[in-house]
């Protein structure tokens, strides 16, 4: 992959404009995030960004939803969105010389959307449908249920998709004021990349976004996490369903590429410690394996797996120690070479997507304050050492900090557990 270029500049309102040209790319993608969403719901429209992000596909004051999918199909290409817990991104990409089409769909459905209430009934189903979907793979809810039970009452225990008792109730008054008090310039990034150049960018940006209204930024207050808790969601299931880990550190902190490396050492491959231990050891779990959720004021790292009711608790102590073995053993060097070249080689195969140099510009954008461009990420890898690793580790690996969710059969062995009772 040739060597990016990456310019931050501002519109004439002040929109971010970011964009990462490769000049070698034979594809062109745009996208426009918004700086909203699950976590800036209130309790009586959980699930409204999502919802909103699909309804706007439907239709906008010049386009049916065939007739976008006729022109970026056309254009050789594909338009998409995703809600996440703190943005809503619609983004289209193209081959190069069919950019143009890109950028005008993006452009209407963020600046046009009908949102009538036909439509909103239609998507509603959809989106039910996805919930229930959701609900029904346990190895998929878990993350939910996992990060309701870290951060509580806090905004960031909410799910994207919402409930479906308050999605049934939403209608298209709901979404065109939300909308309307959202998707304002001060909520607005603008992001390009591929065969794009940054002048011409701008030119779309001021053109399309500088003319939506001004409005008031989304006020956000960070997590804070004092203690541990375990808890247990009822379901008949063949299997349980773990999450366990701890709270982390803001999108800015300097210390999360030693967070990442962490991370791939306990949890990443059929190598990691956990997969070694809890599996291939003792045969307590299917499969494991670790992740960070990140944030932009907070961030968790935890272990997943799913168990028998007879080995969970095992399963859950077992875990509990190679969390403690990073104090007790350290790191080796090979496991930090490994580990460093794991989450490397993750970034650079992703970054052969232009979808996906276009996501982790917004996250980095949305999250941390600025992009970081591919080459900033692997040199910030290669700085990393062992030592690094081990104070991440003290800082985070907390028995007083410990999380535990689960979500299956109740299980006699876990009657009056606390996650203080683990040995970190």
């Known amino acids: 992959m040739a060597k990016e270029t990456i310019t931050f500049e501002r519109t004439k309102a002040g929109i971010p404009v970011i964009t990462e040209r490769l000049p070698d790319s034979p594809s062109a993608g745009f996208m426009v995030a918004v700086n909203t969403g699950s976590r800036d719901e209130t309790k009586d429209i959980w699930g409204i960004s999502h919802l909103l992000e699909h309804v706007v596909f439907r239709a906008t004051k010049t386009r049916s939803s065939f007739q976008m999918a006729k022109d970026i199909e056309g254009a050789g290409g594909e338009m998409n969105a995703f809600t996440a817990k703190e943005m809503t991104a619609f983004f289209g990409v193209t081959l190069k010389d069919t950019a143009d089409t890109a950028k005008t769909l993006v452009a209407d459905i963020v600046c046009n959307p009908l949102i009538n209430q036909s439509d909103v009934d239609m998507e509603k189903k959809i989106v039910l449908q996805e919930i229930s979907m959701c609900e029904n793979d346990p190895s998929s809810y878990i993350h939910d249920l996992f990060a309701e039970t870290m951060w509580r009452e806090h905004p960031l225990a909410h799910n994207e998709a919402g409930t479906a008792d308050i999605v049934r109730g939403l209608n298209s008054g709901d979404l065109r004021e939300y909308y309307g008090s959202r998707y304002v310039r001060p909520n607005l990034a603008v992001f390009a990349c591929g065969n794009v150049d940054s002048a011409d960018v701008m030119s779309w940006a001021e053109e399309n976004f500088d003319a939506m209204p001004d409005g008031k930024a989304n006020e956000r207050h960070g997590p804070k996490v004092t203690d541990g808790l375990y808890k247990h969601y009822t379901r008949k299931e063949d299997h349980c369903y773990v999450g366990m880990g701890f709270p982390g550190f803001e999108a800015s902190d300097k ?144 028995n007083d900090l410990l999380t535990v969710t689960m979500y299956g059969n109740k299980v006699k062995a876990m009657k009056g557990f606390k996650p203080s009772q683990i040995e970190i």
């Open 255 to 398: 210390r999360r590429p030693a967070l990442q490396m962490l991370n791939a050492v306990l949890g990443s491959g059929m190598s990691s410690r956990m997969f070694q231990r809890v599996r291939e050891e003792k045969a307590l779990v299917y499969s494991i394996y670790n992740y960070v959720d990140q944030n932009s004021d907070g961030s968790s790292i935890a272990t997943f797996f799913s168990s028998t009711e007879e080995n969970v608790l095992e399963a859950i102590e077992t875990a509990g120690k190679v969390y403690r073995s990073i104090r007790e053993e350290g790191v080796t060097q090979e496991e930090l070479v490994k580990a460093r070249n794991l989450v490397k080689g993750a970034l650079v195969r992703r970054s052969e997507s232009t979808e996906h140099e276009l996501y982790r510009l917004a996250r980095s954008t949305m999250l941390a304050g600025s992009p970081v461009s591919l080459n900033d990420w692997l040199d910030a890898f290669d700085t990393v050492t062992a030592d690094d690793i081990m104070a991440v580790a003290d800082d985070v690996i907390r």
